[in-house]
């Protein structure tokens, strides 16, 4: 019999390693450090929704397989990386497509197939999602090689909407769970009752929003992104942050939220002309802000819970999280503040980001070199 091995204990380790290298040969080649043409903002977003995000989904949805199909799997993560920093025009178009889609499809269907037998008519949201990201996936690719006409908004933008709202519904029902079981331990009774039209309204929203930004309706998609913000602060108000701060494990995904809200704020405000965020800000409170600050606690809770405990102090964890904090603030809020200061705001941004995903990494290693139990 094929022994099995966890996928996450190569996705999770190589999602956290690329996070920070992407960051920094980002801002290396825009300020001139290194001659990399490849290494361009769309690339970095691409790899960052591609390469970080759906290597975090593959190591949590994907159970235990065949060590040679999860090895394969992982190759083609990695191809799906190697391909897109070779010099532009080396490959042809197709190849290029089929390497960078690839790993995204797969994983889409593998979602699909986890969770397209739910009985529960709650739970027919995922099989969707994950649809949605496998098509994503491939529509981003095939418009970065000219196959697909290029949409308004930056096609790896449109595929953060997707990405956040598998995080909205995933960590709507994680984010609830943990805060019980966190005052349960500390002695309080508590129940949050879940609100399904609630998750409804914000999983058509979320749908809503990337239809109108891909068609380029400005004025519509920001009004409906600050309805979906509402929808998650009616969400938010019913899970007791405030009780919980005490707690590193916990408290940051309720912090995740809150960036995931902001972000629609801010997305919502530009789109309607009143605000102009600069270096996308709005667009990095969501991504950087929600989605980075809610993978990097999940992807930590999950590790400790399938590999036993993890070997960090309470104290390691708060610091992980502030220099998170601190990587998000200054990348949204630093050009706007110092406008002067912009590179020198992305620059220490960048260094916080590598702290965290450095002390992240630092903390997730042992455990996924631990043997099974």
Known sequence: MARL????????PSALLLAPLNVLAWL????????????????????????????????????????????????????????WIAPPGSLLPWLQLLAGAAFPATVAILGFQRFHAVKRARN????????????????TYAAEVGWLPVPAQNPAALSVYVVSLLVMVMGGRAVPTATVGSLRAQGQVLRVVPRPRLEAAGIAGMLSLLVLDML?????????????????????????????????????????????????????????????????????????????TVTLVMLLRVARQRAGEL???????????????????????????????????????????????????????????????
């Open 5 to 12: 091995f966890e996928p996450w204990r190569l996705f999770f």
């Open 28 to 83: 290396a080649v825009r300020q001139g450090i290194v001659d990399w043409p490849a290494a361009s903002a769309s690339w970095h977003g691409r790899e960052m929704v591609f390469g970080y995000s759906f290597a975090v989904i593959a190591g949590y949805l994907i159970p235990a397989l065949p060590w040679r199909q999860v090895v394969t799997l992982w190759l083609l993560w990695l191809l799906g990386r190697l391909a």
């Open 311 to 373: 070997p960090a102090s309470p104290a390691l964890l708060q610091a992980l999280q502030i220099a998170l904090a601190v990587a998000v603030t200054l990348r949204v809020a630093g050009g706007w503040i110092l406008p002067g200061q912009r590179e020198s705001m992305l620059w220490l941004a960048a260094l916080a980001w590598l702290v965290a995903f450095g002390l992240g990494t630092a903390v997730l290693l042992p455990a996924a070199w631990r043997p099974p139990r």
């Open 216 to 292: 380029g309706l400005g004025r519509a998609a920001g009004l409906v992104a600050l309805a979906v913000a509402g929808v998650l602060a009616a969400q938010m108000l019913r899970w007791h942050s405030l009780r919980v701060l005490n707690d590193p494990e916990t408290w940051p995904l309720h912090l995740g939220f809150f960036w995931l809200g902001l972000g629609l704020v801010l997305i919502g405000l530009q789109r309607l002309g009143f605000i102009l965020p600069p270096d996308a800000g709005a667009l990095h409170a969501l991504a950087a802000g929600g989605i980075g």
């Open 124 to 139: 027919l949201a995922f099989p969707v999602i994950m649809l949605v990201l496998g098509v994503a996936g491939v529509a």
